[in-house]
């Protein structure tokens, strides 16, 4: 199973930029597709954004569409998040996940159920 580890969280102004990375270990990364997911206090954990195991497909969620772009290094076993024009509404802990079948075909879906393997998470909070 993939260890995942987050960073690059931090307090940013709205209109403001940030990119998350989330390192993974243990398995063998070019192999699963992988997703970052956000939970805001009180809200429950949504899809923010997916990639294919090969990065030559992704998907948003339409409220980060235009705005968020992730994109993974296979030979850093590293996936990225880079999240430009933030808004206070993009406040929340977010996730980097590992879908939970190599070559998997349900990733894009954005269900938290098709992932296995989770990190621990970083908070991003975007002031007004």
């Known amino acids: 199973q993939v260890q995942l580890v987050e960073s690059g969280g931090g307090l940013v102004q709205a209109g403001g930029s940030l990119r998350l990375s989330c390192a993974a270990s243990?398995?063998?990364?070019?192999?699963?597709?992988m997703g970052w997911f956000r939970q805001a206090p009180g809200k429950e954990r949504e899809f923010v954004a997916g990639?294919?195991?090969?990065?030559?497909?992704?998907y948003y969620a339409d409220s980060v569409k235009g705005r968020f772009t992730i994109s993974r290094d296979n030979g850093k076993n590293t996936v990225y998040l880079q999240m430009n024009s933030l808004k206070p509404e993009d406040t929340a802990v977010y996730y980097c996940?590992?879908?939970?079948?190599?070559?998997?075909?349900?990733?894009?879906?954005?269900?938290?159920?098709?992932?296995?393997?989770w990190g621990q998470g970083t908070q991003v909070t975007v002031s007004s």
């Open positions: 243990g398995g063998t990364f070019s192999n699963y597709a």
């Open positions: 990639i294919r195991w090969s990065g030559g497909h992704t």
């Open positions: 996940a590992a879908d939970r079948e190599a070559y998997g075909s349900s990733w894009y879906r954005g269900r938290i159920t098709d992932f296995g393997s």
